[in-house]
């Protein structure tokens, strides 16, 4: 079982920046990627950034120059940096782990966390 605690959301003005954790617990062999995804009231969930296993980034056209995925292996954290934010940038932000080996041989499970709230006023 692997879980995923993600912090750092809250309230900020707009032009403002916020910096989301998801740290990673459990039996984690390998992860092929690990990202951020958001969902606001009434729309569908939606992906904001993703980092593979092999340091390949996407992210979402909206965010693009804005926002910035990493991690620190050592820790099992990755985060996301985000600037500038803007008031359609309002959403619960959830981590998700793609595909999770527990062992060599197991079969792969995605996880997602709990969800952080991130709200941008005007």
């Known amino acids: 079982q692997v879980q995923l605690v993600e912090s750092g959301g809250g309230l900020v003005q707009a032009g403002g920046s916020l910096r989301l954790s998801c740290a990673a617990s459990g039996s984690i062999f390998r992860v092929n990627a690990m990202g951020w995804y958001r969902q606001a009231p009434g729309k569908r969930r939606e992906s904001v950034a993703v980092?593979?296993?092999?340091?390949?980034?996407n992210y979402a056209d909206s965010v693009k120059g804005r926002f910035t995925i990493s991690r620190d292996n050592a820790k099992n954290t990755v985060y996301l940096q985000m600037n500038s934010l803007k008031p359609e940038d309002t959403a619960v932000y959830y981590c998700n782990a793609d595909n999770v080996y527990s062992t060599r041989y197991s079969n792969p499970v995605d996880y997602w966390g709990q969800g952080t709230q991130v709200t941008v006023s005007s």
């Open positions: 980092l593979t296993s092999g340091g390949r980034t």
